[in-house]
């Protein structure tokens, strides 16, 4: 037998997804906003995404990216006066008082504290304010946060001291990939030294059902904002809200737009266990063999998008094949982008055929083409 020769299929399915009840996005009181898809960083919604605003204590979480970059959580730090003289959210931190870097990074995450955030930029920055800021812009640039300039490691008001909703997003999604901070954010109280306990400023834990975090800040000039994240099934939603009027609008409306982003996606059957997506020639005069999906595929998709499946398979195998011996692979794809494969297994074992009925085949192949010259 010859080369063994591929087949690549691309075939179009029309999902049978319920439409969610509200296909425009929520009307929201802010400056900016963005809803995102936390696997793809595909944008569902947003106004004025990329415009430069304060963003409060959201700050911080940079504040604890680059700390924990840097430092270990059980690292000792000594609170200087810089940080004890800081106003407004704080847990009245005292000058030469030691905490562990992951007490302070639980005060500046749960209850925003800026003694806690200011705390821990001069330990990183070895008493040098200016050079943990430095630090913080450094790797803005290097996340690609475009619209981002920080001035502050606790995000009270500053000249210039500004980011945007789709940084933000980008910022709070990059953090989230550690475990540590998952575990805090996630948190309403915590016990911290000096018989602290903690209290978080994020009321959509309590209200909220699957919420995950993730940071919350308020300043006049900011005004109301928040980073939140959610889970849904086999998906993450984020939604960034900048510059609310009221504590109670910013919930209103984050509320509406997390679950206008959840209702964007249906977990759908995309592969399907057993079913038959090729069959290859095997010679001899046998019959064609089935190849199957070795394993099913559940995978969040988009309401409004079509699923396109591509199978590359063998026109021909070469024999003997084991049942299940892995022979080609079927791809799904949504808007583009591959959401995910599943291997495509022999659905029987095929022998070689023994020298009887080989010869057999060719002496009928003969006679064929014998009575086709002749006809």
Known sequence: MGPVKLRLAAVAVALAVAAPAQAAPPGVTARAYVVENAATGEVLAGRAARRSVPIASITKLMTVLVTLERAKPTDVVTVTAAAASVGESSIRLRVGERLSVRELV???????????????????????????????????RELGLRETHFV????????????????????ARVLMHRPLVRAIVRRSTARISGGRTLHTWND??????????????????????????????????????????????????????????????????????????ARAETGWGLARLPLLARAPLLSA?????????????????????????????????????????????AARAVATPGMRKRVAWYAGRTAHHLIGLVS
């Not at 919350?216 to 904002?225: L, N, P, Q, R, V």
């Not at 984020?238 to 679950?259: E, H, I, K, M, W």
Request: net charge positive.
């Open 106 to 140: 639980e005060a500046a995450l749960i209850q925003s504290a800026n003694d806690a955030a200011d705390a821990l930029a001069d330990h990183v920055g070895g008493g040098n304010r200016a050079v943990f800021v430095a630090l913080m812009n450094r790797r803005a």
């Open 152 to 171: 502050r490691p606790d995000g009270l008001d500053a000249f210039g001291h500004v980011s945007s909703a789709r940084d933000v997003t980008l910022l």
């Open 204 to 277: 959509l834990l309590a209200t909220f059902p699957s919420l995950l975090g993730v940071k919350t800040g308020h300043t006049s000039a900011a005004g109301w904002c928040q980073v939140a994240a959610v889970q849904g099934r086999g998906y993450t939603i984020y939604a960034t809200l900048l510059g609310s009027p009221s504590r109670a609008q910013r919930n209103r409306d984050l509320a509406a737009l997390l679950s206008w982003g959840l209702d964007r996606y249906r977990l759908v059957p995309v592969v399907e266990r057993h079913r038959v997506y």
């Open 301 to 345: 998709v988009r309401v409004d998008s079509t699923v396109t499946e591509r199978v590359v398979a063998p026109d021909v195998v070469r024999l003997p094949v084991r049942r299940g011996q892995r022979l080609g692979v079927v791809r799904v794809y949504a808007r583009g982008r591959m959401i995910g494969e599943r291997p495509l297994v």
